[in-house]
C-alpha cells in the first residue's frame, strides 16, 4: 500500500510538470485572457456591424484620426511586449537583474501609451472628432478606450512584477507569475494589432 503510495507521487508530480509546459503562467490569467478576448470579440462584431450599415462613414473615417498616433502606440506595443519577453528569457537563464532591467525598460516604453492616448485626444477633440460625433467616432472612442482600461491594469501588474523581481520573489525554477503577466502583455498587444489597421489604416 505504501508502496502504491509512493509511486503515485512522481506520477501525480510529473502530470503538473506536463501541465504547466502546456500553459504559461496559471490558469486563473487565462481565466481572464479569455474573457478579455470574448469582450472585444463582441466589440469586434459590433465594429463590422456598423461598418457593414454605414459603409461611407467608415470609408472615410481614417482621415479624420491622427496616423502619427496610431503608428506610435503600434511601436510602443510592440517594443513593450519585446522588452517583457527579454526580461522572461533572462529570468529563466537565472539573471534577475537582468531580468529588472527589461521590465523597467518595458514599463518606461508602455507609459508613452496612455501619453500618446491622451495627447491624441486632444488632437481629435481639436479637430472634430469626438464621442457625439458618427458611428465610426462612437465605435472608435468604444473600442480604444476600453484597450486604454486594459492597457492601465497591464501596467499596473507590469508594476508589481518588477516589485517581485526586485526582492527576489522568482527564480529561474519558480517565474510562473512573470510569464501569466507576461501573457496578458501579449494579449494586450494583440488586440491592438487588430484595432490599429481597422481604425487607422483600412478605408
Do not use: C
Not at 71 to 100: E, G, Q
Amino acid at each position: 500500500m505504501e508502496q502504491a503510495e509512493t509511486s503515485d507521487k512522481p506520477a501525480s508530480r510529473d502530470v503538473d510538470m506536463v501541465a504547466s509546459q502546456r500553459i504559461p503562467g496559471n490558469r486563473a490569467i487565462w481565466v481572464g485572457i479569455f474573457a478579455e478576448l470574448v469582450e472585444f470579440t463582441l466589440m469586434f462584431l459590433v465594429y463590422f456591424i456598423a461598418r457593414v450599415n454605414h459603409p461611407q462613414v467608415f470609408h472615410a473615417g481614417p482621415e479624420k484620426l491622427s496616423l502619427l498616433a496610431g503608428t506610435a502606440n503600434t511601436a510602443v506595443m510592440l517594443t513593450s511586449s519585446y522588452f517583457v519577453a527579454r526580461a522572461v528569457l533572462a529570468m529563466r537563464k537565472d539573471h534577475p537583474d537582468i531580468s529588472l532591467h527589461w521590465l523597467i525598460a518595458a514599463f518606461i516604453t508602455a507609459i508613452a501609451y496612455p501619453i500618446v492616448k491622451t495627447l491624441e485626444i486632444r488632437w481629435n477633440l481639436d479637430h472634430g472628432v469626438s464621442g457625439d460625433g458618427d458611428v465610426f467616432q462612437m465605435t472608435y472612442y468604444y473600442l480604444t478606450f476600453n484597450h486604454l482600461v486594459h492597457v492601465s491594469w497591464g501596467l499596473l501588474g507590469m508594476l508589481w512584477i518588477m516589485l517581485r523581481t526586485g526582492f527576489g520573489g522568482y527564480s529561474a525554477q519558480d517565474h510562473h507569475g512573470m510569464i501569466a503577466f507576461a501573457s496578458y502583455w501579449h494579449a494586450t498587444d494583440l488586440i491592438w494589432l487588430m484595432i490599429f489597421p481597422l481604425f487607422y489604416v483600412l478605408p
